[in-house]
């Protein structure tokens, strides 16, 4: 019997691996002229990490995580999101007290979720976080960088929604007002929600279940409730946000999932891919830090779901650079195959980046071209008996009605060069 993989984790196949590549080198370009650095974070955390910072009340502490005890006994969690181990890895290694650090990492990550299209219960994501920066410009740079992207990528069907949930002492009071309202409606509230009205009611905003969507969209908002200082955060970052052309629409009911945003949040959202629409999500989480041990330390990021990012990327029409094989080496004979390595290793020598295939495991003159013709190779060396007695190499162009030239040793290197250079 066949081992199946397991629900929910998908093997990303070679056709679209080349299109992962070039969107994931796209966005680290982005980011990296930005003056954003790569860190590098383990996939297993102490399960305490996530608990403490992504909060216990929430869809992914309580029913999403893949916990387990290794075999010392210590409880481990496969890694829902990167955040938490970057502020962790940021305390443990002494970035962020009295420092200013512009970060980016990329990976996969686990949720056990219930799977369906855009949502997976291995993903990827590409983070990139800011810490040290107080003022809502760094907020508003990093929603610019987004808009670069899209605009380089040529992905148009997306828009950005913005929110502040201010600090804790105004989400503390609209608490209350909220508690209150849906109190006031708890006979039409689910299971979950009559358990997030004591413990998180802010949670109950998140929720997925069509049903309370009426109830939810009626609710008091948060920016009613904003203290001064957030209030004016916000606007300035509107500001930045308009001078730099970039448009937003203000959502009030954007809370996001996780328990420890404050001040600006915002997610890039998208018609195009069902019901899964959001892109890419952030925000501020200037208290987080501090509850997992460091000093306090402002802070501010987003993170790209990848798989998502592939899907719209192909819904706007993109297509990734072709990757095909460049030139196929045909070897037949005694002698031809080393020679063939030579060359191959010639030409990669003059050419770095050239895909040179050499043919493997031998074969007729006549099924080694065709798998050359099947490589999508642009040229053909050939290596025969004749080519070996008269120290030449056979140039066939495959994908255009140009004849075969014979080519002296020498000169063939060069030759192929200056036509690999000029395009098709
Ligand atoms: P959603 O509302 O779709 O559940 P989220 O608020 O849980 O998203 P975040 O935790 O902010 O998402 O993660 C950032 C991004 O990662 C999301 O905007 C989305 O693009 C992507 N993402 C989150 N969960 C999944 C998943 N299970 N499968 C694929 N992509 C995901
Ligand atoms: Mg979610």
Redesign the pocket.
Known sequence: MQVKAVKGMNDILPELTGTWQYLESVVRDVVQSYGYAEIRLPLLEQTELFKRSIGEVT??VEKEMYTFLDRGGDSLTLRPEATAGMVRAGITNGLLYNQRQKLWTMGPMF?R?RPQRG?YRQFHQFDVEAYGFEGPDVDAELIIMCARLWQRLGIDKLGLQINSLGVPASRARYREILVEYFSGVKNQLDQDSIRRLEVNPLRILDSKNPDLSALIEAAPVMLDYLDAESAEHFAELKCLLEAAGVAYEVNPRLVR?LDYYNRTVFEWVTDALGSQGAVCSGGRYDGLVEILGGRPTPAVGWAMGMDRLVDLFHACGGEAPATACDVYIVAVGDGALEQGFVLAEEVRDARPGTCVEVNLGGGSFKSQLKRADKSAARFALILGETELKNDCVGLKPLRSTEDQNSISRDKLVATLSSKLDNPA
């Open positions: 869809d992914i949720r979720e949502r999932g």
